[in-house]
């Protein structure tokens, strides 16, 4: 199994940035997907997560209204577009599997099986 995020980078606030996660390795058609973000100190918390039945998202409300989670069956990838970000949105973001039996989408590390390296946003103010 193999989890390749992309596209962090420095941004000004409120600027945007597209993150992207190619995977491999499993069935990733029947997969929940989600992103997660640590900041420096802080725990992995989650930021957005989407079901592989009908692509429900779900987003904590810190990012909900400015990030957009999405995802391409044909092309193993989910993504999240972040807009409006800001300096708080400053973190390694990840993205994460979830080989579970389930249809809907997973809020909480422990549900996650596999988790990709970790591409790091940097938001300044």
């Known amino acids: 199994v193999q989890l390749q995020a992309s596209g962090g980078g420095l941004v000004q606030a409120g600027g945007s940035l597209s993150l992207s996660c190619a995977a491999s390795?499993?069935?990733?058609?029947?997969?929940?997907m989600g992103w997660f973000r640590q900041a420096p100190g802080k725990e992995r918390d989650i930021v957005a997560a989407?079901?592989?039945?009908?692509?429900?998202?779900y987003y904590a409300d810190s990012v909900k209204g400015r990030f957009t989670v999405s995802r391409d069956n044909a092309k193993n990838t989910v993504y999240l577009q972040m807009s409006s970000l800001k300096p708080e949105d400053t973190a390694v973001y990840y993205c994460?599997?979830?080989?579970?039996?389930?249809?809907?989408?997973?809020?909480?590390?422990?549900?996650?099986?596999?988790w990709g390296q970790g591409t790091e946003v940097t938001v300044s103010s």
């Open positions: 994460a599997a979830a080989l579970r039996r389930g249809s809907g989408y997973y809020k909480n590390k422990w549900e996650y099986s596999f």
């Open positions: 390795g499993f069935t990733f058609s029947s997969s929940a």
């Open positions: 989407i079901s592989w039945r009908d692509s429900s998202p």
